[in-house]
């Protein structure tokens, strides 16, 4: 049980099964369905249902949904990688959990339009959350399956583009629809039709797990949440600065909370303001996107691309808190979005680069993921009291707090071609002792 330093992650991708621009496609397309069904709700319609039903006191019943539901996200999502990783089956290990979640996901959205009652309305976002976190832990895991490592940034390029083009897409798709019914079945079909394109593209070889690896007991799904950052440290600190920029990022949740109460824009017409914030933000992040990932693969840096978004992201957060105009709401979301196009167009490219193992990259980079998830918790948690103490300005101001701590602490990790350097934290690799046990402790 022990761990060889300086060692990145064991590389199957450099031989990938799915040519590269395919693959791009697989992960573009099933993230952006995945993403519409999970983060439309989150930016719009989760608001307006529990509006219809709560009324006044939606806000309350939105934070409760989105915690609850979140935390069903965090305990799914390395599960579905460990679970991923070990699957046999003639499918595909990542094809067989990909297109579960793309239908089982979808048909729980479209359940949403006949709920009633908040507590409905939780059940199923619970639901959703679990079987769309089974589609993105088996995609996530194609980027060290078969991406080669020096092709990684611009392939991350395209995954940070999906995580703009899914949620705008979705409110495009919806905004000017005004039956629930309409809205949550327009989301279901394309989240499903996406999906299946993903799964019919992507060529996924039947797995054959090391010896040892064969089966799964209640000790490895237990460990599946769990991977030492005294043994791994590289992977700590990288989990760490991908939790702190993703609540920074996570205030684009109460983006429709925000409008109606600065600004008094009735619950009926806010949807065409979020639309006309999510086109600024994903336009100027689709393109740094783009330009930021091969920019980073040619110049084999990663880390200031990281510190750039963390201050880009403090700084549009102080401004939207403070803002008196909607005219500087938008320009503090259009450096928001630049800021989020450079951190996810680099972030899963790091990442990577600190796992520890190639045999289980489902469930280790499952455990990155969790620093995505906990966000759409620990944020709804937070928010009631600091907007009980200083309305919206507090919480954008607390949230740019933890943009600037995740920026300084990416100086922890090592630098492309400088993983050894003890300056940095250490990468490691856990041996095939330790793999065949199934996770570090």
């Given at each position: ?294 920019i980073s693969d040619r110049i084999r840096r990663q880390k200031p691309f990281v510190i750039a978004a963390g201050i880009l992201a403090a700084g549009a957060l102080v401004l939207q808190g403070f803002a008196p105009t909607i005219e500087l709401v938008y320009l503090a979301v259009a450096i928001l979005g630049i800021g989020t196009g450079l951190f996810f167009s680099i972030d899963s490219a790091l990442c ?27 944020v709804p948690f937070i928010a009631p009291l600091l907007l009980s103490i200083g309305g919206f300005g507090m919480l954008y101001v607390t949230l740019a707090v933890f943009g600037i701590i995740g920026a300084l602490f990416v100086l922890r990790l090592p630098e492309l071609g400088r993983e050894g350097d003890p300056r940095w934290a250490q990468i490691t690799r856990e041996t095939p002792a330790r793999a ?6």
């Open positions: 049980m022990t761990t060889e330093p300086d060692v990145a992650v064991e590389d199957l991708s450099d031989k990938p099964a799915t040519p590269l621009p395919r693959l791009i496609a697989v992960m573009f397309s099933s993230n952006v369905g995945a993403l519409i069904a999970l983060l439309t709700p989150l930016q719009l319609l989760l608001t307006l249902q529990t509006t219809r039903i709560a009324g006044a006191d939606a806000a309350a019943a939105f934070g409760f949904i989105t915690g609850v539901g979140a935390l069903f996200a965090l305990v799914a999502n390395p599960l579905a990688g460990r679970i991923s990783d070990r699957t046999a089956w003639r499918f595909g290990r990542r094809r067989t959990w990909i297109l579960t979640g793309a239908i089982g996901g979808s048909l729980a959205v479209f359940a949403f339009a006949f709920t009633t009652e908040i507590w409905q309305v939780a059940v199923i976002w619970c639901v959703t959350q679990t079987l769309f976190n089974f589609q993105q832990a088996a995609t996530s895991a194609l980027l060290a399956d078969q991406v080669p490592k020096f092709r990684r940034g611009t392939v991350s390029g395209f995954v940070g583009l999906a995580g703009a083009v899914g949620p705008l897409a979705g409110i495009a798709a919806v905004s000017s629809m005004t039956d629930p019914l309409a809205q949550w079945g327009t989301v279901a079909i394309v989240s499903i039709v996406l999906g299946a394109i993903a799964v019919l593209l992507l060529r996924d070889p039947q797995h054959h797990p090391a010896p040892g690896q064969e089966g799964l007991n209640l000790k490895q799904l237990a460990l599946s949440f769990w991977l030492n950052p005294r043994k791994h440290p590289a992977f700590g600190w990288a989990w760490l600065v991908r939790f702190l920029l993703t609540c920074a990022y996570a205030s684009g949740t109460y983006n429709a909370f925000f409008l109606m109460d600065r600004f008094g824009i009735a619950p009926e017409a806010v949807g065409g303001t979020v639309l006309l914030l999510s086109l600024i933000s994903v336009g100027l992040l689709a393109v740094t996107s783009i330009v930021a990932g091969p990577v680069r600190m796992l520890p193992s190639a045999e289980n990259a489902g469930k280790d980079f499952a455990i990155i993921n969790m620093a995505n998830t906990l966000p759409q918790s620990f065949t046990a199934g996770a570090s402790v």
